[in-house]
């Protein structure tokens, strides 16, 4: 059966408040193939790759862009998104091309 990745990630705020988010990309990656596109080999903006923002609502004061990586996991649970790994890999690369981390 083909694998698939659970990707946990959360978006925590300068005062420390976490929001949590988890889902299903068709397709396998790895921490290995996608570390070297994140800041400190964890932080993404996530509205730039496909992934949902878990911004609190209101914003404030506290708020910026990013969000970490928590966990990629191998699942053979069906997507929860449209997001493939492949593509998931493209925006990262141009993430970081944009933001020349």
């Given at each position: 059966?083909?694998?698939?990745?659970?990707?946990?990630?959360?978006?925590?705020?300068?005062?420390?408040?976490?929001?949590?988010?988890?889902?299903?990309?068709?397709?396998?990656?790895?921490?290995?193939?996608?570390?070297?596109?994140?800041?400190?080999?964890?932080?993404?903006?996530?509205?730039?790759?496909?992934?949902?923002d878990m911004h609190f609502?209101?914003?404030?004061?506290?708020?910026?862009?990013?969000?970490?990586?928590?966990?990629?996991?191998?699942?053979?649970?069906?997507?929860?998104?449209?997001?493939?790994?492949?593509?998931?890999?493209?925006?990262?690369?141009?993430?970081?091309?944009?933001?020349?981390?």
């Amino acid at each position: 059966m083909f694998m698939n990745t659970k990707i946990t990630y959360l978006y925590r705020d300068a005062g420390n408040y976490k929001n949590w988010n988890e889902v299903i990309i068709a397709g396998q990656i790895t921490t290995e193939q996608i570390t070297p596109y994140l800041l400190d080999g964890r932080c993404f903006i996530a509205n730039e790759t496909g992934l949902k923002d878990m911004h609190f609502t209101p914003t404030n004061s506290d708020d910026h862009n990013w969000h970490e990586i928590e966990s990629l996991e191998p699942t053979k649970d069906l997507p929860t998104t449209s997001l493939t790994a492949n593509t998931l890999l493209k925006n990262l690369k141009k993430m970081k091309q944009k933001h020349l981390l």
